[in-house]
């Protein structure tokens, strides 16, 4: 009896033994990682700028978003993420100087924010460019000499959306020396080193001028052209390399790339709106909304105020359309009798340009209706005109509106509210002479960020343009990466979507 107690007893030491043991080891384990990640965290190891914000990690610690403040987490609305990270705790971060959109200004000690977006052009024949501006080719190069003379883009309703064409000019003008330009883009000759690859296609040009079937072809110019597009930059390394997540392909006029944007899906698109693309070819998330170009006269030296504008609200346009344009007729029937109202159809043809422009340089508030896509040139007019743009288009997407607050100097109308009898002029005639006012300001503040000019300027449509490309670039990178996961041990490959619906206002 006293073997077997002694023996029990034994076993319980011995299990106690081992648990003691167990546990000292697992102490000791702990502590050797604790000492090997503190070590690892150094300068070369771990690219600290990547990690978050310590002030933004409190924030998700104490679980409580009501009480921080919007000044403890630097902005990062800029080309690169602009967190600084602090070595040591005893140094102080130095305040950072912020531009009109709450940007942080450059400091290129801190910010490495000098870094420009370095851009990869295909030297495409000129067919698909400049030649379709009936400009020739002098030599062996495929592009124009912009120090001799700049290829002229025609007029009139062309106009709104050439903005291949003002890019593709500021590209080339950053290989030139002594052209003043600002500097939010440059062209690199080494496609290994570019952030983005951009096709110089001008597809809204080759829609507009080239898209109808002559008697002796059996296809359009235009349908030909994006063929041989396609063929091309299909069989380029650079596509194959990235599956073409890092190209750039500019489709603005809602009818350019038809035949190609279901080949050419997974590239960046540069579009005016996504009415006519399904969410798997074109959105929000992958894509880049880029203004129209204003067809009507700037406003310079605009001294008007709330009582020199007579008119309170303004369209002038196609007032019949089909699907999303339906509110454009029932808004004509329920304003065309208001008191100071101009509600009226109006074409470019017979002097059209030149009366809207007086016309909007006359009004408090212009109209921005939904027609058969959900944007329209009118609005970028009436910011030009500094004519406080009312917005009715429950599906717009706007230009760099990540950066930008649209309501500042916009008035927002839900379609099914607009329709309704008096809403619409009613909430017009609330809005106070000093709430006008303020968005009048605003509009002169903003209207540089969508002008069109070459030789570019800081903050004109190009340079944003550009910026909200770079702000995509890190996403872009994500998607390549991933796409090359398996590049060792076998050839990446995307299927070409062959069976997505068109939208219901495409015909």
């Not at 679980?63 to 102080?92: F, H, K, Q, T, Y």
């Not at 470019?348 to 939904?370: E, P, T, W, Y």
Request: charged share 25%; proline share 5%.
């Amino acid at each position: 009896m006293a073997e077997k107690h002694s023996s029990s007893s034994l076993g319980i030491i011995s299990r106690k033994s081992m648990f003691c043991l167990f546990s000292f080891v697992s102490a000791l384990f702990t502590l050797s990682w604790f000492f090997v990640v503190r070590s690892t965290v150094s300068a070369g190891f771990i690219d600290l700028r990547l990690l978050p914000h310590p002030k933004l990690n409190s924030v998700i610690d104490n679980g409580n978003s009501a009480s921080w403040n919007r000044s403890d987490v630097e902005p990062s609305i800029g080309n690169r993420a602009r967190a600084i990270l602090v070595d040591n705790e005893g140094d102080e971060e130095k305040p950072q100087e912020k531009d009109d959109l709450g940007d942080v200004k450059c400091n290129s000690f801190v910010n490495n924010c000098n870094q420009v977006l370095k851009v990869f052009m295909y030297d495409l024949p000129s067919e698909f460019h400049f030649g379709l501006l009936d400009w020739k080719p002098q030599g062996a190069s495929v592009w124009p000499d912009l120090r001799a003379k700049v290829p002229a883009y025609p007029g009139g309703l062309n106009l709104q959306h050439s903005i291949e064409y003002w890019l593709t000019m500021d590209l080339l003008a950053s290989e030139i020396p002594g052209i003043p330009r600002a500097g939010s883009a440059v062209r690199v000759q080494n496609s290994s080193e570019a952030d983005v690859i951009f096709v110089p296609f001008f597809s809204s040009l080759s829609y507009n001028r080239y898209s109808k079937v002559n008697p002796h072809q059996k296809k359009s110019k235009n349908k030909s052209l994006q063929e041989k597009l396609v063929n091309f930059v299909t069989s380029q390394k650079e596509w194959k390399r990235s599956g073409g997540r890092d190209h750039i392909i500019l489709a603005h006029h809602p009818n350019s790339m038809l035949n190609a944007r279901m080949k050419l899906w997974t590239a960046m698109f540069i579009l005016a709106d996504f009415g006519r693309y399904s969410p798997k070819i074109a959105n929000v998330g992958k894509d880049v909304i880029a203004p129209y170009k204003h067809i009507i006269k700037s406003y310079g030296n605009d001294s008007s105020n709330f009582d020199s504008r007579p008119t309170l609200l303004y369209f002038q346009g196609a007032i019949y359309r089909k699907d999303g344009g339906f509110a454009r007729q029932e808004l004509f029937y329920l304003l065309k009798d208001e008191k100071d109202v101009h509600f009226q159809f109006g074409s470019v043809q017979k002097d059209g340009m030149n009366k809207a422009s007086r016309g909007m340089h006359s009004s408090k508030f212009c109209l921005n209706i939904a027609g058969d896509t959900p944007s329209s040139n009118r609005l970028f007019d009436a910011i030009a005109s500094h004519c406080v743009p009312v917005i009715i288009s429950d599906d717009i997407e706007l230009p760099y509106e990540d950066v930008l607050d649209y309501s500042e100097f916009c008035i927002f109308v839900r379609t099914s509210d607009a329709v309704r009898e008096k809403f619409l002029i009613n909430l017009v005639r609330s809005i106070k002479k000093d709430d006008w006012t303020r968005m009048w300001q605003k509009l002169k503040e903003v209207e540089n960020f969508f002008e069109f000019q070459y030789p570019s300027k800081e903050g004109d449509a190009v340079q944003m343009i550009w910026k909200a490309v770079a702000r995509k670039v890190p996403a872009i990178r994500l998607k390549v990466n991933k796409f090359r996961r398996f590049s060792r041990s076998g050839t990446p490959k995307d299927g070409v979507l062959r069976k997505i619906p068109s939208p219901s206002n495409f015909w």
